[in-house]
């Protein structure tokens, strides 16, 4: 009886463990996307957020993104998947207006 209430806890907190250790490094291991995939996903992140905050998320220039990008998987930022779009080339000066998610009217 002692063996299997061992084995049984032992068990959840292995399993336990591995969860706290895949929530914690669960950017490295996420998913690959295309480079448009990413885009679309930032710019989504970024109206959503302009709109209910008037500010561009705080992690917005953070590589956090991992996208396939001539063969190679790379880590990039929202701030500079967005910069050939709407956003502009100056990474630095980039907010809610520049990338059109909102308009100064709102």
Request: hydrophobic share 45%.
């Amino acid at each position: 009886m002692r063996v299997s209430i061992l084995i049984v806890v032992s068990a959840i907190v292995v399993l336990v463990i591995a969860l706290v250790l895949l929530t914690i490094f669960s950017t490295g291991i996420g998913p690959i996307g295309t480079i448009t995939g990413a885009r679309t996903q930032c710019a989504e992140i970024g109206r959503s957020t302009c709109t209910a905050t008037q500010t561009l998320p705080a992690n917005w220039a953070i590589p956090s993104m991992r996208v396939n990008e001539g063969g190679q998987v790379l880590l990039r930022s929202c701030a500079y998947l967005m910069k050939d779009t709407s956003c502009g080339a100056d990474l630095a000066r980039q907010t809610c207006y520049t990338c059109q998610f909102i308009t100064p009217t709102q």
